[in-house]
């Protein structure tokens, strides 16, 4: 999701924004991989969960 927005913002925003954007964005993908790969039980994270 963040990339998403990071993208749709790509023509409105300065350099610096963009890359923290991005940052942010594998940041979170990793974070969503560490939680579904610790097994918490019904707790998944998934791009479906965006909406």
Known sequence: MVQDVAYALANRVDNTTLTELMLTSRKLERLSERVNAANL??????????S
């Open 41 to 50: 039980g019904t707790v998944r994270i998934s791009h479906d969960d965006d």
